[in-house]
């Protein structure tokens, strides 16, 4: 599980203007969210899938 490091940062789309679905971890509902990539940029709170991201957090 890397809780502790990554599945406690915010959601961020970075500064890219592209827009990908990818899945984040929200720590204040306790649950993986849908949020728009941009494409760069970021951080490691961001998953291709929903199961990667319940599996990863």
């Known amino acids: 599980m890397l809780y502790s490091n990554?599945?406690?940062l915010p959601s961020?789309?970075?500064?890219?203007?592209g827009v990908f679905p990818r899945w984040f971890?929200?720590?204040s509902s306790g649950g993986c969210e849908?949020?728009?990539?941009?494409?760069c940029g970021g951080n490691n709170n961001?998953?291709?899938s929903l199961q990667q991201c319940t599996a990863s957090c």
């Open 6 to 8: 990554t599945c406690s």
């Open 34 to 39: 849908l949020f728009s990539y941009g494409g």
């Open 46 to 48: 961001r998953f291709t």
């Open 12 to 17: 961020s789309t970075g500064p890219c203007r």
């Open 25 to 27: 971890y929200n720590s």
